[in-house]
Each structure stands twice: as structure tokens, then as C-alpha cells.
């Protein structure tokens, strides 16, 4: 089932339908329910008459339909009477929305000077109403303002030109309102509007023209080549590259002198010189100037010529110039030895302006050098002040200035450049040294050296000659063979040939040799030929080198150059040797602190392990043996001279206790720090004391006077003021417990054991420096023979 409703129905409970049950007999007994979309809410039922209300307007371009469900059920038992029924409500259209175009005004462009009837733009409104029922949404354009220039197409809505003439330079911008109306553009129909912006973009309808026909410029006479010297523009209302333009010169003489470039916008014509100009030769200078469009447009040619002229007249500037010189630079020649003052050549430089000053001449000499050439001030020319040496220098470049009278500010420069010509003033002498080497198996004939001559001067004076004077040439071994090519060749004259054994080693030969130049000059030189036995080549034929000389030839060295080399290699081996012992010797003292960070109290022990007392080589144990430990019923000195610690002794005897002291008397301060344990022609000392008392305590016998506790104090005394030893203490043990202790020594050192018997007969296998320690025991046995105890 359908049913229709306007959708500009403003009152409520519009009665749309009414639905009705054959089981209805109009007492009531019969409900009806409705459901679906907007049921309750829109749409409301009568549930007794089944009337259906619209409760609210209702807008098509919302929801254009709704569809319901509506049931017929019995009010007292709630049963269904009939089956459900579905049915659809349509919303009928009406004109209620007014055309719309996007939001905001919109912009275009055209050209300038278009047909009529050109495109611009399109515009498009449109409609919400239902464009299928009736006119709502039909909609028709229609130009509000714009005219006469622009029209609207009534259906497409397409924006044309109505003007054929339209001048972007008069009017770039137009503002066109147009109006979309629905009802297809009846009385009553709703309508909205849009403006178009317009732009006329440009053409090239407008040639360039110049603001005048000629132009005066003023150009000073010194303007730099290159450089820009004005500035020209044409007008062109034209814009872009429409606008843009290129200038030339049109007539031949002005173009040789003046150049002209567009500039980098391309609008104005730059001016610059291809050529100095010259106020003395021309002081006014024409210039037919050209202007043209660079993007000409065929279709506006009728239009005229897109391009003009004019004329530019270049007055120049008179300017005082600086002299000019009549060449570019000068060469100048001068032989050498010349005496002080010989002329070399004259420079000249005239005032170019009308004035015509007169010019003063100098060297010019910033690095305060030594000058060889002066210059006359007035006249230019150039003299030498010194004779000149062309073997020395050959070439010699000046500097000349030349500056007005009138203004001395006006300088020029020129560059001079003077050749010292050759004359024969060099004698000539051989190259390649005085010594020729000549082999035993020369032959008669046969070619020795080939010698070559040497000349400081050049080549015109280097044509050499070679000759033996005539009183040299008797008797003679060798002769001079002149080659005619600067060079002679030496050739052997001896029928046998030579010997190092029968001959002498060394022969002399007098050779003369002689330039070319005029006069020409000679000189005499004596040539030393050594014969020897030369070295053969693989071929089997001598190379004219000696023996030892091609021994040292073949390695590439000179005898002094290998000399060289082998001092070098004994210097190195003598600083790696030293070197090492160094190293050694470093390595073998072990550092005190082992760490930086170790700052603990350290125990400094020694873990060398000594042979004990059969190893005599070690150390000497005479010199760590407690020496008032022994017997003293005995006492030996063994050696001769005088006691080696510089005291002089004084020995007591207790006859009660059995004891002999030997107290020493300081005569002269000793300094140990030279003392060395080592074994030299040294004394002995041999003290004997009883058994019981050195057993008991041997250590209280020692003296204060005792060389090794004289030696350990000292060492303390040294430990104590070094201030480089570690900041913290240190412990040090020695072989020597020192006094104090009534325990006694628990060193073998201080065993008492009973002594051996001497037995004389051993001292015959001494060596004869010790037949004085066997002279001097028997004197002391034989003169103590009452003493049973010694």
C-alpha cells in the first residue's frame, strides 16, 4: 500500500489513512497497532478508528519515504485478527530550496583582444528539489552584471565574450554577477547568484616605442674598454615576456667602437666600449639605436612594426692621458765587456693630448737593486754603467717610466729587455778531467779516449781545434787525433803495446786545444795516461777500466763512496752495541715502588741464595765474618803495609780473663761510599776469643768502631736523607745481626769451631805472591814460642 503526503504539510495530526479490519464492528473490541520507521514519533495511529496523523512537517530532501507495519488485534485477548499489513508513505516534492552555486566568488582569466564568443568560464548551480517532479529543480543562468563585455549561456552556464576589443592595458579586471533561477526561470521560482572574477591576461599587441628620437651621452676619453658606459629603454605596455626586448647599433662605424647587451631583465640596452676612445682623433660619436620586441605575435602584425629606433650621439670627454710609448715593449742588444757608458738604445714616449707636455724618462728600481743601465732623462737613451759579463747573465729586463712635465702624475711603463751579445773573451779547456786510463792490450792505431772540449761562450766562438805542440811530438807514445766535431780522439803510437811490469805506470801527453772566435784563443793542458790491466767485457774486450776501479764500477761506487758506507755501518753497530748495554743494564735494577697506586708499607727482601761459605767467588767472607768472634788468644795479620783503614792499633791483654782487644785509633775520616767488598791486596784479620764467650754472646763484643757497623750506619744515614726513596717505610735485612742480643748469632758465620793446624807444606802450591804471607806466619810462630794457645 502507498500513501502520499506534500512535504509542506505545517499542521499536525494530518490525517494521512485510515485503516480498517473486516472484524471491526465499531464496538471498540478491535486495537490497532502501527510500527516502522517513525511510528510513535512522526506518524501516530488511532488505535480505535485506525486514523494515521502525521505529527511533524515532513521534508523530502530529509527522507523521501517511510516505510510502516500496522496489525488489527483483538483489545481483550490481544489476538491477531488479520495478518500484518505493510504499506510506504511517500513524500511529495515541492519548490522549497533555492539554487546554490560553491561557496565564494570564483576567478578567470582571458585574453586580451579575444573573439567574441570566447570561453572563459563555466559556473553550475544547483538544486535540492526533486528533479523529476515538476519544475523545482529546473534551473536557467541569467547575467546580472558584466554587460556589455561578458554573456551566460542560459543552460550550461558558460561565461563568453561579448566584445571583440577588450584592451588589457585600458581594463584588466572585470566583476560579472550571474543569477541561477529554478521553475525554469518562471514568476515564483526561487534563484541565487555568484560573481566571477575576470582578468584579462596580455598579448603582444603593443610594440616598444622610445620616450624621444635621440639622446646625448657624455663619455670621458679614458673610460675602460668592457666596461658600461649608459643606459637606454624603450617603452612596451606590454608586460612579461611581451615586454622583453633587444637593442642593436645599426650603423657600421659606431658598432666598431661601441657595443650594446640587454640587461638581465631584458628591458633596458646596456652601452659599453669595444675600443678606447680618443679624444684627440674624434670627439663626437653617433649611434642609431634599435629596439625590438624579442616574442613577436603573428596575429597582431597588422598592428605595425613591433620595434623602434633612435639616435644616440656620444660626446667624449677630453681627459690628460698619461705618455704613451711608441712600442708596446723594447729588445735591446749590447756586447758584452762594453766599457761603463756605451749606448744601448733610446726609448720614446709623446704626450697624446693637445698639449703635447714634454716627457722626463726613468728606470724604475723598487727593490733598490744594483742598476747596470742609466737613462737620459730627457733623451731616452739608455747606457750601460758597468762592463757587463754574458757568461753571467745573458739577459737583463728594466723598467722604464716616462711622465709629463706639466703633470708629474701622469706615469707610463714600458718593459725593456737588453741581450748581452757574445764575445770570445773564455778560453776553452777539455772536459771530463786530466786522467785517461790505457789498457796493456792497447795496439798500435788503436783509439784510446775520445776527448771533448768546453767553452763558457756560445757556439759562434765553440769551433774547437786539437793539436800535440811540435816539440812534443818526437818521441812521443800517443797522438791527437782531431775529429772536426769538437772532439779528438787519443791514439796509441807504441809498435808493442804496453806493460804494467816493463813500463811506468803513468805517461804524459801535451794537448792544445783552440776556439773558433776572432781572435781565437787556446790553452795547453797536460793529460795523465795510467797504464794498467783492464777488465774485459763478456765479448772478451777491454772496457778501459782498471781492475779495482771496475770492481767498484760494476756496484755504481766510487772508492769514497764505499769508504762512506762501511763507516756508516760501523757507526750503526757501535750505537746498537751501546744501545744494548744500556738496555741491559736498566733491565737489571728492579724498580722499589712495583705499583704507583702501592703507597702500603713494603718489605723489601733479597731472595738471592747464596752458594754458602765454600763460595768464595760470590762475596768475600772475610768481610761479613764476625771479626771479634773468633779466638783472641792469637792474633795474625796477614799482608804487609800499613792497616788498609788508615788506623793505627792498639792491643791490650787480660791475662785473667784470656782476652785480646785490639782497639784502633781514628787517624783520617774514610768515605765508604766508594767501600767495595771486593778482594784487593787487602789485610786479613784473624781473632781468636774462648769458645764460652762467643757462644754466649759474640755480638756484645764488637766495637763501635767496627768496619761493617760503620759501613750499615752510613747506609742508614744515606737511606735517611734521600729524598727520592719511597714515602713510606722500608725494611732492610743484612747478613749482620748487629749488637744486643744475648741469644747469640744464628749465623754460620759466627762459629767457633776448634781451627785446623796449619799446614805449612800447602804453601809451597801458592802462587809466588804469596810467598810473603808464608814469610810472615813463620816469623810471627817463631816469635811467640811460649804462648802453647796461639
Known sequence: MRVTQREDGESEHIRLHELHSNSDKGDGSVRYILSGEGAGSIFIIDETTGDIHAAKSLDRESKSHYVLHARAIDRWTNRSLEAESEFIIKVQDVNDNAPTFPTGPSSATVPEMSDIGTSVVQVMASDADDPTYGNSAKIVYSILEGQPYFSVDPKTGIIRTAMSDMDRETRDHYAVVIQAKDMAGSVGGLSGSTTVN??????????????????????????????????????????????????????????????????????????????????????????????????????????????????????????????????????????????????????????????????RYFIENEEERPLYFTIGVNSGIIRTTQGLDREETAWHNITVMAAEVDNPRMVSHVPVTIQVLDVNDNIPSISGGNTVTVCESTKNGQVIQTIRAADLDNFANGKFSFFVPPEHQVKTNFTVKDNRDNTASIVSRRRDGFSVDRDQDVFSLVVVVSDGGEPPLSSTVTLSLRVCVCQRNTRGRSNNLCQAQAFLSSAGLSTGAFVAILLCIVILLAIVMLFTQ??????????????????????????????????????????????????????????????????????????????????????????????????????????????????SAPSLLLDGHDIIQQIIQQKVVQADSDTRGPPYDSLQTYAYEGRGSLAGSVSSLGLTEALPELNYADLEDWEPETQTLERIVGEETAASPANPDS
Open 198 to 359: 575576470i582578468t584579462l591576461t596580455d598579448v603582444n599587441d603593443n610594440p616598444p616605442k622610445f620616450p624621444q628620437k635621440s639622446y646625448q651621452l657624455y663619455v670621458p676619453e679614458l673610460a675602460p674598454v668592457g666596461k658600461a658606459v649608459g643606459r637606454i629603454r624603450a617603452n612596451d605596455e606590454d608586460e612579461g615576456q611581451n615586454a622583453e626586448m633587444t637593442y642593436s647599433i645599426t650603423n657600421a662605424d659606431a658598432a666598431a667602437i661601441f657595443t650594446i647587451s640587454t640587461d638581465a631583465d631584458r628591458r633596458e640596452g646596456i652601452i659599453s666600449l669595444k675600443q678606447p676612445l680618443n679624444y684627440e682623433k674624434r670627439k663626437v660619436h653617433t649611434l642609431n639605436i634599435e629596439g625590438s620586441n624579442t616574442h613577436p605575435d603573428s596575429r597582431f602584425s597588422h598592428l605595425g612594426p613591433f620595434k623602434d629606433s633612435t639616435s644616440l650621439r656620444v660626446i667624449v670627454g677630453d681627459v690628460d692621458e698619461p705618455p704613451v710609448f711608441s712600442m708596446d715593449y723594447y729588445i735591446l742588444d749590447v756586447y758584452e765587456n762594453s766599457p761603463a757608458g756605451t749606448q744601448v738604445g733610446t726609448v720614446t714616449a709623446v704626450d697624446p693630448d693637445s698639449t703635447n707636455s714634454g716627457i
Open 582 to 695: 744500556l738496555r741491559n743494564k736498566k733491565a737489571s735494577k728492579d724498580p722499589l715502588i712495583l705499583s704507583e697506586e702501592d703507597i702500603r708499607e713494603n718489605v723489601v727482601t733479597y731472595d738471592d741464595e747464596g752458594g754458602g761459605e765454600e763460595d768464595t767467588e760470590a762475596f768475600d767472607i772475610a768481610a761479613l765474618r764476625n771479626p771479634k768472634a773468633s779466638e783472641p788468644r792469637r792474633k795474625f795479620y796477614l799482608g804487609h803495609g800499613p792497616s788498609p783503614y788508615g788506623e793505627e792499633d792498639e792491643i791490650e791483654e787480660d791475662e785473667e780473663e784470656g782476652i785480646v782487644v785490639v782497639r784502633r785509633r781514628k787517624t783520617r775520616e774514610v768515605d765508604y761510599g766508594y767501600y767495595s767488598p771486593e778482594p784487593k791486596p787487602a789485610w786479613f784479620i784473624i781473632d781468636c776469643v774462648p769458645r764460652e764467650i762467643s757462644q
